[in-house]
């Protein structure tokens, strides 16, 4: 396609009315058209994103190095499946889901939560596994929740659904707080919707979240080390 053709199309966008309705599910590909049609949804988003992934290619085999990803996020959706969230996204290393309806953050909170009990397992695995191994994996998780609008982008047999919205945005940035203490960071907006079990835990029962300040942004998230198990 020639470069004035390229610039008519993207006018052709700027130009077209848009069609939006309120979303009842997660929507599929197929739900949304390719022309400027969109879903809005409240949702809570997810991300969960595998550390040091560079220096795992760069330092070990390809073979073990596809085995730490296919552990990682193999257990990550199972644990997002199990908590009722819908996986949205693969990207690397990393992984979206999203969780709607009344306890939507709640549920995404004890899937990160269990994302980091699965971590924990699969260490304990792979060093049985591989006694003479080093490599530990780590990873963040990040929650948000917001208005979303969903839209569908690409070309013709190459295209597939963009997540527009705060939630989407802030739950991947979260991701690059990354803490080896800390692997699970959600935002104000989802901590102060919290059941109560999602929030408190052991004996005697004590706030599994502390809060701290993002500074790039100045807002307070929380961040915690505890885990749930399957």
Request: charged share 25%; hydrophobic share 40%; net charge positive.
């Amino acid at each position: 396609m020639m470069h004035k053709n390229i610039l008519q199309e993207i006018q052709a966008i700027f130009k077209a009315k848009w069609t939006t309705r309120d979303g009842q599910k997660v929507p599929d590909t197929d739900d949304i058209a390719l022309a400027n049609d969109g879903v809005k949804l409240e949702g809570t988003v997810l991300y969960a994103d595998m550390a040091d992934s560079t220096l795992l290619v760069n330092g070990y085999k390809d073979w073990f190095a596809a085995e730490v990803y296919k552990t990682y996020l193999i257990g990550a959706c199972r644990a997002i499946r199990a908590r009722g969230g819908e996986i949205t996204a693969f990207d690397g290393d990393r992984v979206m889901a999203v969780f709607i309806g009344d306890s939507k953050n709640t549920s995404a909170v004890k899937a990160a939560l269990t994302i980091n009990y699965v971590v924990r397992e699969t260490n304990r695995l792979l060093k049985q596994e591989y006694p003479n191994s080093t490599y530990q994996l780590r990873q963040t998780v990040g929650v948000d929740t917001s208005n979303l609008f969903i839209v569908r982008t690409g070309i013709r047999n190459a295209n597939d659904l963009v997540w527009i919205g705060r939630a989407a945005n802030h739950a991947a940035k979260l991701c690059s707080l990354s803490d080896a203490r800390y692997p699970t960071y959600i935002t104000e907006a989802v901590y102060n919707k919290l059941s109560q079990e999602a929030k408190y835990g052991g004996e005697p029962r004590t706030n599994m979240w502390e809060k701290r300040i993002w500074t790039e942004l100045g807002v307070p998230v929380y961040r915690s080390n505890w885990y749930w198990k399957i």
